[in-house]
């Protein structure tokens, strides 16, 4: 069987004659490379935090424990600290350069610079090879649920995974009782494929999770 990871090797940028090198047989690698993701909305901007956005993503993180604990695993300890997340982006950004991860924030441009951060999306275990496939996660601060914001997000996103990244299938898996995750996914297009029973374990439990995809219609191989 032929491996599910695969991280090419990158190409030199110019060939030893010195002319530039042919874009059009860039691998997905280098094609993600070149396509650093800034995705911006009419209301929000997507992209992978800095170190300067430390202080948001804590803010975030704070303001949002009751809300969020519901619907995500146990956190570990200290994670809402700002030495906790200058850690976290450090091994984000080296999984990020190794092909197996995007993770991204969803920022409010109007927002003051300490408190802009509203959701987060992530688009992990990235698999290339025969099955050029990721999972979906995101979530939304309490203040900004039921204003479409995170479909604007998903969107933006969703079409950086299949146009940019060049993958074909992303999966997406939600708890049956969240109503908002069901809705959202479906207005996105993805499908439900089945149901997974002891699935995750969550809120001190395992729990159910309903199984969804989505499959880029544009793919092509490369």
């Known amino acids: 069987h032929p491996p599910l990871f695969l991280r090419p090797a990158s190409p030199q940028k110019r060939t030893s004659a010195g002319a530039p090198l042919d874009r059009t047989r860039l691998s997905w690698w280098d094609v993600a490379m070149i396509a650093e993701p800034l995705l911006r909305g009419p209301r929000v901007v997507v992209r992978r935090a ?29 994670f809402a600290t700002e030495d906790f997340w200058r850690d976290r ?68 996103a969703i079409d950086y995974a299949f146009a940019k990244l060049n993958l074909h299938r992303i999966m997406a898996n939600y708890m049956p009782g969240n109503r908002r995750s069901a809705q959202l996914l479906a207005r996105l297009g993805f499908v439900p494929e089945g149901y997974a029973r002891d699935y995750v374990q969550i809120a001190g439990r395992w729990q159910d999770h309903v199984l969804t995809a989505l499959t880029n219609p544009n793919w092509t191989e490369t």
Request: one cysteine or more; glycine letters at 10%.
């Open 89 to 156: 982006l450090a091994f984000d950004e080296a999984d990020y350069h190794l092909g197996r991860l995007v993770s991204m924030f969803v920022f409010d441009p109007d927002a003051n610079p300490r408190r802009n951060i509203i959701g987060t999306v992530n688009f992990s275990n990235i698999v290339r090879g025969v099955f050029q496939a990721c999972k979906l996660g995101y979530s939304i601060g309490a203040a900004h649920e039921g204003k479409g914001l995170m479909y604007e997000s998903l969107t933006l």
């Open 50 to 78: 800095t170190a300067d956005d430390v202080g948001a993503i804590v803010a975030f993180y704070t303001a949002n424990e009751d809300h969020l604990r519901a619907t995500v695993p146990k956190r570990p300890e200290g």
